[in-house]
């Protein structure tokens, strides 16, 4: 449990509400894989950011924006 602005939050629920708040494009081509999203925002590397989005059941390889 983390607590952040006087509000309680669970750590993988945060974890969670990143990875599901990364919109779909529009189109086949915008946006980049999941996975690449998540390690820049997490800033760790390819491993770790493709093993993030399985743990939590997201395709890594979906085309994704910020």
């Not at 750590?11 to 990364?22: C, D, N, P, S, T």
């Not at 529009?26 to 590397?45: D, E, I, L, P, S």
């Amino acid at each position: 449990m983390i607590v952040l602005a006087g509000h309680e939050f669970e750590e993988r629920k945060l974890i969670y509400r990143v990875l599901a708040g990364m919109r779909k494009p529009t189109t086949k081509t915008a946006g980049h894989q999941r996975w690449v999203q998540v390690m820049q925002v997490f800033c760790v590397g390819s491993s770790v950011a493709r093993a993030l989005c399985q743990e939590f059941q997201f395709d890594p390889d979906e085309r994704v924006l910020r």
